[in-house]
């Protein structure tokens, strides 16, 4: 039996940010949010009814796609690049599709998916492995050709991680589980209890044998990657929706409550500071200080001890993660024209994308 119905857990998502809306103001729920990646001299942006190549030098549009908005195909998950040159984008229309990174024309699209795309896919050297809305994790060889497909009893809005030594892809789910999949035949290799709440966010891999994944119980878990058992649990502040960074054995992550952590890989917090607003997605580690965006609009840099360098009011809502090009910080408002702006590590605006209306 499914846990929650698809209306459950949009209604689930937006009032885990209306709860927290005391941390920084008030909500405005987005039809669609942003999704980026960088990849050379080029940003794709998936956002609303495009995906858009965005020239980084000075934010001219390479190209889009459809060519012509459809009012049937719109886009959440981040794009992401495959090793054979395949740009993958999953659409709110139960489709995926493969684009031609240079180009924006389509390679092939797969179609079985009975509900959305929220978590972008996976891609490895053995294939493609794509997480829906129905319940359904989607494995496909880089052709789109289906290999097998792992149900889950919730939701899976978070992309899979994997560990190229075990040869499994680890799954987080709606239905307050981590899985472990053998990545050649589909099968669980093991699943973790009841958690307490659902997971949105994309697991911490450690070389050590660990993974890290928060969850809607206002949890920090740590699992062991081989056995599925639970090392620990630590309380935060709120509910947890972005999956931690890692660096140098500590995670680094925000809350829906505002709060944004370095935690030791014990459990123990190494400090913790009170930003603007509701923090949703994974920070962005770079070697000179740490990026991430808040609900209230705002973009921080700070350093790796808690201090903050700098902060900076983009306007709108900032729910996706930043991205590092080159020497540019990039953001993707919802609700400005600007649908994705170039900041250098001063924070001092650089350019700002807004797309023509065709």
Same mark, same amino acid.
């Given at each position: 039996?499914?846990l929650f119905s698809s209306k459950t857990l949009i209604l689930m998502i937006f009032l885990a940010i209306s709860l927290s809306a005391c941390a920084g103001g008030g909500v405005t729920a987005a039809s669609s949010w942003p999704g980026i990646i960088v990849e050379g001299e080029t940003a794709y942006l998936s956002y609303n009814q495009h995906v858009y190549a965005i020239n980084i030098s000075d934010g001219k549009e390479k190209w889009r796609f459809p060519s012509e908005a459809n009012s049937k195909i719109s886009f959440y998950a981040a794009p992401i690049l495959t090793s054979d040159g395949q740009l993958l984008a999953g659409g709110y229309d139960h489709v995926l599709y493969s684009l ?127 056995? @599925?058992? *639970?090392? +620990?649990?630590?309380?935060?502040? /709120?509910?947890?929706?972005?999956? %931690? !960074? &890692?660096?140098?054995? #500590? ?54 001890? @808690?201090? *903050?360098? +700098?902060?900076?009011?983009?306007? /709108?809502?900032?729910?996706?993660? %930043? !991205? &590092?090009?080159?020497? #540019? ?30």
């Amino acid at each position: 039996m499914k846990l929650f119905s698809s209306k459950t857990l949009i209604l689930m998502i937006f009032l885990a940010i209306s709860l927290s809306a005391c941390a920084g103001g008030g909500v405005t729920a987005a039809s669609s949010w942003p999704g980026i990646i960088v990849e050379g001299e080029t940003a794709y942006l998936s956002y609303n009814q495009h995906v858009y190549a965005i020239n980084i030098s000075d934010g001219k549009e390479k190209w889009r796609f459809p060519s012509e908005a459809n009012s049937k195909i719109s886009f959440y998950a981040a794009p992401i690049l495959t090793s054979d040159g395949q740009l993958l984008a999953g659409g709110y229309d139960h489709v995926l599709y493969s684009l031609d990174p240079e180009k924006g024309t389509e390679n092939w699209s797969f179609k079985e998916a009975k509900n959305r795309y929220v978590g972008s896919p996976l891609a490895s050297e053995t294939g493609i492995f794509a997480p829906t809305a129905d319940d359904h994790l989607y494995a496909l060889d880089l052709k789109g050709q289906l290999s097998w497909s792992f149900q889950t009893q919730g939701a899976q809005w978070a992309a899979p991680v994997t560990d190229p030594g075990c040869k499994c892809v680890y799954l987080a789910s709606m239905d307050h589980r981590l899985y472990a999949i053998d990545s050649q035949t589909g099968k669980a290799k093991w699943q973790t209890n009841d958690l307490g709440g659902s997971m949105v966010g994309t697991p911490a891999y450690s070389p050590d044998g660990m993974l890290y994944i928060g969850t809607f119980n206002s949890e920090m878990v740590a699992v062991n990657a081989e056995s @599925g058992g *639970i090392l +620990w649990q630590k309380p935060t502040d /709120g509910w947890v929706w972005g999956g %931690p !960074a &890692l660096k140098e054995g #500590k995670l680094y992550f925000g809350d829906l409550s505002g709060s944004f952590y370095a935690m030791e890989t014990n459990g123990s917090i190494d400090w913790k500071i009170k930003p603007d607003g509701p923090i949703a997605q994974t920070p962005l580690l770079a070697e000179e200080a740490i990026y991430f965006t808040t609900q209230a609009g705002s973009i921080y840099a700070i350093d790796y001890a @808690g201090k *903050i360098r +700098w902060n900076q009011t983009i306007g /709108g809502k900032l729910y996706t993660r %930043p !991205a &590092l090009a080159g020497d #540019k910080i990039l953001v993707a408002p919802t609700g400005l024209d600007a649908y994705l702006i170039a900041l250098d590590t001063n924070g001092t605006q650089v350019w700002q994308f807004i797309p023509e209306k065709k």
